[in-house]
């Protein structure tokens, strides 16, 4: 047997022993979505009652798992950098709390100590014959936090890519080692409806061939890449790989050729998928995965040029606010990377940060342009950085648009029965 296996059946032991390295006090980092262990986590929310005062901070959590307990926040509670299905609830009541944070800057702050990593949880591949593995799924912020942290956990999953790039942890940093077959959660593509193809095609027509792109996650977003595929030398720089850029890929409408930092390769700091997906990353020289620092930067991204940013927002006002993550002061996703990419894009050469939204909620009973936001909304994107609005009644350009003249674009794009109202408002607003 090798040094290398033979440390690592030294280390590989059950996940309970493993979660028994977690002390009062730490804070455990998990990786985004499907980055994050079950079978640690699992273990971790059985033996909460005997810890005391543990955070767990992580991006989009998937699973509800038992920890996430508002009687038992006192042992084990969360802490989010982003709300999913899993913890919305939770930081809607107040048991969970949360941290305002650009995606792209949580590594920064995990270095210099302004966010506490003490323990990491991760999923990860099998060991290379170097005693490496990759952390494919979600390099993130999670690169950092092994960097930082006390104790790394690692559940070593053969359902999980070995992928490239700089995402991969050597056996000697690994403090336990846990074993699981467990499939892969699996996120499929979202329905799309008559309202988010008609913004997909606004979209669609403003990307050039040549172009690269970064997708945001939602129904919208992915209604815009269906209808890419007949574009020609597409570029992926973005924070998520999904299924729809892998269907971009394998139409072959991305290959990269055109990209002008990291030519050839597709970008991406998480992944959320199909089984299909996954397999797609393992090995595969033409993408990498890198921590969220380097994906996310606005300078790096922008050395794109023709960078195209598709982000959803929920909620718009007449001088180009965009609440993205709250309804009014209920949280109820986080800030993520939207600014991030807006912001590369907007300075890349050519390039276009759209943000999309449909132009009523609630069955057509409220407009999301609105003459203000919505009392406590969290404002995700600035009225400086606001560049392309698109809902289903076309596009308004906004970026070096006096106040009134956005008021007036935007309200071209409401739906037509607040489109009144929307003007009244602008006159008493002075916007009119």
């Known amino acids: 047997m090798s040094k290398p296996e033979t440390l690592y059946q030294e280390k590989r032991m059950t996940a309970a022993d493993a979660v028994a390295l977690v002390r009062d006090g730490d804070t455990i980092v998990v990786p985004t979505g499907v980055g994050e262990p079950p079978a640690l986590l699992e273990a971790l929310s059985a033996r909460r009652h005997t810890l005391n005062d543990v955070a767990v901070s992580q991006i989009l959590p998937l699973r509800k798992f038992a920890y996430l307990d508002p009687e038992t926040r006192a042992n084990v509670r969360h802490d ?19 941290i305002p944070a650009y995606f792209s800057e949580l590594p920064m702050l995990i270095d210099r100590g302004q966010l506490p990593a003490d323990v ?11 005693g490496f593995f990759s952390l494919s799924l979600g ?44 499939p892969l959660f699996e996120v499929g593509l979202p329905q799309i409806g008559p309202v988010q193809e008609a913004i997909g095609k606004y979209v669609a027509d403003l990307i050039d061939n040549g172009a690269t792109l970064q997708v945001g996650y939602g129904g919208i977003p992915d209604a815009v890449v269906m209808q890419l595929q007949h574009k ?11 299924d729809g850029i892998l269907s971009l890929i394998e139409s072959g409408a991305v290959t990269n050729r055109r990209k002008t930092f990291m030519t050839g390769k597709s970008i991406a700091t998480f992944a959320l998928g199909s089984r299909r997906l996954y397999r797609f990353l393992h090995r595969n020289p033409t993408v990498e995965m890198h921590p969220v620092d380097f994906t996310n930067d606005p300078y790096l991204a922008a050395q794109n040029d023709n960078l195209c940013a598709v982000n959803a927002t929920m909620q718009i006002d007449l001088l180009g606010q965009c609440g993205s993550e709250s309804l009014g002061h209920l949280p109820y996703s986080g800030t993520g990377g939207q600014v991030d990419f807006v912001r590369a894009a907007n300075r890349s050469k050519g390039g276009k940060a759209f943000i999309v939204l449909p132009s009523t909620a609630k069955n057509d009973t409220v407009s999301r342009i609105a003459p203000v936001l919505s009392p406590g909304t969290h404002v995700t994107t600035s009225k400086n950085d606001i ?3 698109v809902t289903e009644y076309g596009v308004a350009q906004l970026r070096g648009k006096t106040a009134k003249q956005r008021a007036e674009a935007l309200i071209g794009i409401a739906h037509p029965d607040f489109r009144a109202e929307l003007r009244e408002a602008a006159r008493r607003l002075n916007l009119a």
């Open 80 to 98: 989010a950098y982003f709300f999913g299905g899993a913890n919305r609830a939770g930081g809607q009541a107040g048991w969970v709390d949360f």
């Open 120 to 130: 990491v949880v991760s999923m990860a591949s099998p060991m290379d014959e170097h």
């Open 139 to 182: 390099p993130d912020y999670t690169m950092a936090a092994v960097r930082q942290a006390r104790v790394i956990l690692l559940e070593v999953n053969p359902n999980v890519p070995f992928a490239n790039g700089n995402c991969h942890v050597h056996l000697s940093q690994v403090s336990a080692l846990v074993e699981s077959d467990e």
């Open 232 to 242: 020609r030398d597409l570029g992926i720089h973005s924070e998520m790989i999904g």
């Open 387 to 389: 560049n392309y609005v």
